[in-house]
Protein backbone atom coordinates (compact mmCIF):
# COMPACT_ATOMS: atom_id res chain seq x y z
CA UNK A 1 0.00 0.00 0.00
CA UNK A 2 1.65 3.32 -0.81
CA UNK A 3 2.58 5.61 1.98
CA UNK A 4 4.13 9.06 2.62
CA UNK A 5 5.87 9.67 5.99
CA UNK A 6 6.68 12.81 7.11
CA UNK A 7 9.72 13.88 9.54
CA UNK A 8 12.16 16.52 10.62
CA UNK A 9 9.85 18.71 12.58
CA UNK A 10 10.71 19.71 16.14
CA UNK A 11 11.09 23.00 17.89
CA UNK A 12 12.99 25.92 16.80
CA UNK A 13 13.55 28.92 17.80
CA UNK A 14 12.56 32.28 15.50
CA UNK A 15 15.15 32.70 12.43
CA UNK A 16 16.41 29.16 12.39
CA UNK A 17 15.95 26.15 10.12
CA UNK A 18 14.47 22.86 9.90
CA UNK A 19 14.38 20.46 7.22
CA UNK A 20 11.43 18.07 6.54
CA UNK A 21 11.53 14.99 5.04
CA UNK A 22 8.47 13.13 3.09
CA UNK A 23 9.70 9.71 2.16
CA UNK A 24 7.65 7.43 -0.21
CA UNK A 25 6.93 3.81 -0.70
CA UNK A 26 4.21 0.93 -1.66
CA UNK A 27 4.59 2.68 -5.61
CA UNK A 28 6.82 4.81 -7.48
CA UNK A 29 5.30 8.44 -7.02
CA UNK A 30 8.12 9.88 -9.75
CA UNK A 31 5.10 11.14 -12.38
CA UNK A 32 3.59 12.67 -9.37
CA UNK A 33 3.08 16.50 -8.37
CA UNK A 34 4.50 16.39 -4.49
CA UNK A 35 3.09 18.74 -2.22
CA UNK A 36 3.41 20.00 1.26
CA UNK A 37 0.71 21.72 3.72
CA UNK A 38 0.25 22.85 6.82
CA UNK A 39 -2.39 22.90 9.49
CA UNK A 40 -2.88 24.67 12.87
CA UNK A 41 -5.46 23.40 15.32
CA UNK A 42 -9.04 24.75 14.77
CA UNK A 43 -8.28 26.25 11.09
CA UNK A 44 -7.94 25.26 7.60
CA UNK A 45 -5.15 23.53 5.92
CA UNK A 46 -2.83 25.99 3.88
CA UNK A 47 -0.93 25.54 0.91
CA UNK A 48 2.75 26.04 1.41
CA UNK A 49 3.91 24.58 -2.54
CA UNK A 50 4.49 21.64 -4.68
CA UNK A 51 7.01 20.64 -6.90
CA UNK A 52 5.82 18.74 -10.41
CA UNK A 53 7.49 15.45 -11.53
CA UNK A 54 9.77 17.85 -13.85
CA UNK A 55 11.08 20.09 -10.83
CA UNK A 56 9.49 23.28 -11.55
CA UNK A 57 8.02 24.12 -7.89
CA UNK A 58 5.16 26.77 -6.43
CA UNK A 59 4.98 28.25 -3.66
CA UNK A 60 2.77 30.31 -1.29
CA UNK A 61 3.09 33.97 -0.96
CA UNK A 62 3.86 33.33 2.35
CA UNK A 63 7.00 31.09 2.15
CA UNK A 64 8.33 32.20 -1.05
CA UNK A 65 12.02 33.15 -0.83
CA UNK A 66 12.05 31.09 2.72
CA UNK A 67 10.93 27.81 1.85
CA UNK A 68 12.49 25.60 -1.06
CA UNK A 69 10.98 22.09 -1.84
CA UNK A 70 13.26 19.48 -3.75
CA UNK A 71 12.91 15.71 -4.26
CA UNK A 72 14.98 12.69 -4.85
CA UNK A 73 13.61 10.38 -6.66
CA UNK A 74 16.07 7.89 -6.57
CA UNK A 75 15.55 7.49 -2.66
CA UNK A 76 11.74 8.58 -3.37
CA UNK A 77 11.81 11.05 -0.97
CA UNK A 78 10.65 14.85 -1.09
CA UNK A 79 11.85 17.68 0.98
CA UNK A 80 10.76 20.60 2.66
CA UNK A 81 14.06 23.12 3.48
CA UNK A 82 12.74 25.96 5.63
CA UNK A 83 14.64 28.84 6.39
CA UNK A 84 13.92 32.35 8.33
CA UNK A 85 11.03 30.24 10.65
CA UNK A 86 8.51 32.60 12.31
CA UNK A 87 6.35 31.74 15.02
CA UNK A 88 3.52 31.95 12.39
CA UNK A 89 4.89 28.83 10.81
CA UNK A 90 3.81 26.87 13.59
CA UNK A 91 1.60 24.08 12.22
CA UNK A 92 2.01 20.50 11.51
CA UNK A 93 3.13 19.87 8.03
CA UNK A 94 1.90 17.18 5.70
CA UNK A 95 3.14 15.94 2.10
CA UNK A 96 0.83 15.14 -0.86
CA UNK A 97 1.00 13.55 -4.08
CA UNK A 98 -1.23 13.75 -6.77
CA UNK A 99 -1.13 12.77 -10.38
CA UNK A 100 -2.27 16.18 -12.07
CA UNK A 101 -0.38 19.51 -12.01
CA UNK A 102 -0.73 20.42 -8.62
CA UNK A 103 -3.03 23.25 -7.04
CA UNK A 104 -3.45 25.28 -3.88
CA UNK A 105 -6.45 23.83 -3.27
CA UNK A 106 -5.60 20.47 -0.26
CA UNK A 107 -9.19 19.10 -1.84
CA UNK A 108 -7.47 18.14 -5.29
CA UNK A 109 -4.90 16.46 -3.42
CA UNK A 110 -7.62 13.57 -3.70
CA UNK A 111 -4.77 10.54 -4.12
CA UNK A 112 -1.94 10.67 -1.20
CA UNK A 113 -1.55 11.96 2.10
CA UNK A 114 0.96 11.42 5.43
CA UNK A 115 0.35 11.57 8.95
CA UNK A 116 1.82 14.51 9.13
CA UNK A 117 4.58 16.27 11.34
CA UNK A 118 5.03 19.62 13.84
CA UNK A 119 6.72 22.19 13.96
CA UNK A 120 6.72 24.64 16.29
CA UNK A 121 8.53 27.94 16.05
CA UNK A 122 9.58 30.26 19.22
CA UNK A 123 10.21 33.62 19.69
Known amino acids: QAQLVESGGGLVQAGGSLRLSCATS????????MGWFRQVPGKEREFVGF???????VYADSVKGRYTISRDNANNTVYLEMNSLKPEDTAVYFCAAVQTGGSSSPKDWDDYWGQGTRVTVSS
Open 26 to 33: GRKFIWHT
Open 51 to 57: IRWNGDT
